[in-house]
């Protein structure tokens, strides 16, 4: 793998790891939980008017993008592994910019995502 593949890779997984993030501050959005409690008319306009939303959806589109060059260019069995860094990073993206709590439960499942990570990259 090339420092350029490894390179859209990480891309790839910080575009979708905020998209997570922007996506949970949109939705829990003091307009957006208000409108869910309404009607599917009030409900669906809150949520694509909401900016976070907007910004979350189109980090999930660029991210894509991204991945979709990574795959032309590297074994799907070699680049899929690395989507796992995405729940060790949005697990801290959370603790940062959400407040959520980082358990030692958590720290454990994303351990095994982490070396399983590494143990496949180095086949």
């Known amino acids: 793998m090339t420092a350029f593949i490894f390179m859209l890779i990480i891309i790839s997984i910080l575009l979708s790891v ?3 993030i922007l996506l949970k501050h949109g939705m829990s959005s003091q307009s957006v939980v208000q409108a869910l409690s309404t009607g599917p008319v009030e409900s669906v306009l809150s949520i694509i ?68 990570i590494i143990l496949v990259s180095m086949s």
């Open 49 to 116: 008017t909401n900016i976070s939303v907007l910004l979350g959806l189109s980090a999930y589109v660029a991210s894509v993008g991204f991945w979709l060059i990574v795959l032309s260019r590297l074994e799907v069995s070699k680049a899929y592994p690395f989507v796992g860094l995405g729940f060790i990073l949005t697990m801290l993206f959370a603790y940062v910019f959400l407040n959520e709590p980082i358990t030692a439960m958590k720290l454990v499942g994303t351990s095994f995502v982490f070396l399983g």
């Open 18 to 20: 905020s998209a997570q």
